[in-house]
């Protein structure tokens, strides 16, 4: 991914074939060394296309996938979500009720 945000970055920058060089100096900036292999590999992949084309392609792509998570097996339990929901409730009160005595403990806040 780093690879691919520096190539971006090059174009949106003006450079619109941007060179492993002009990547590696991206990468540089923020501490990161650059990997010979996969930078050139992404230069080859997006050399002479369109940065628009291909963001409209991955949006594509992910339009496709499922988003969901549980939430059909949730669903399908019926009246266990309720009850599931009354459980998570009464930890994040304990949890709340646990933060504030561990402050009392330690004797001093944090920004006093």
Known sequence: MRYVAAYLLAVLGGNAAPKAADLEKILGSVGIEADSERLNKVISQLNGKSIDEVIAQ????????PAGGAAPAAAAAGGAAPAAEEKKEAKKEEKKEESESEDDD?????FD
């Open 106 to 110: 330690m004797g001093f806040a944090l």
């Open 58 to 65: 991955g949006r594509e792509k992910l339009s496709s996938m």
